[in-house]
Nanobody
Framework: QVQLVESGGGLVQAGGSLRLSCTAS????????MGWFRQAPGKEREFVAA????????GYADSVKGRFTISRDNAKNTSYLQMSSLKPEDTAVYYC????????????????WGQGTQVTVSS
């Protein structure tokens, strides 16, 4: 079992930045690929970014490429999502997720999920 806790969400003006953190319980964090997803009101949960277990490979949704950066620190059992040049359309609940299946972009591809953290971008 893996328990994930997100932090770092909040209210920010358009053009601003936020850094989300996802801290995992357990000793095997380095075995899991980590992903970030988001869900806006009335919309389906969508992929944002993912990082492989080693941190050597990453993937991004087209909508956030060049603005968001995913990373991880296996010594701290933590994954990060650095968000810059934020837009109102980035407003959503952001979830981190973990998988043993390797880096992927599918909601169904992740076994463990955090509770989410709200990010609101004002115009």
């Amino acid at each position: 079992q893996v328990q994930l806790v997100e932090s770092g969400g909040g209210l920010v003006q358009a053009g601003g930045s936020l850094r989300l953190s996802c801290t995992a319980s357990g000793r095997t964090f380095s075995r899991y690929a980590m992903g970030w997803f988001r869900q806006a009101p009335g919309k389906e949960r969508e992929f944002v970014a993912a990082v492989s277990w080693s941190g050597g490979s990453t993937g991004y949704a087209d909508s956030v490429k060049g603005r968001f950066t995913i990373s991880r620190d296996n010594a701290k059992n933590t994954s990060y999502l650095q968000m810059s040049s934020l837009k109102p359309e980035d407003t959503a609940v952001y979830y981190c997720a973990a998988t043993q299946r390797g880096l992927n972009t599918l909601v169904a591809g992740y076994e463990w999920w955090g509770q989410g953290t709200q990010v609101t971008v004002s115009s």
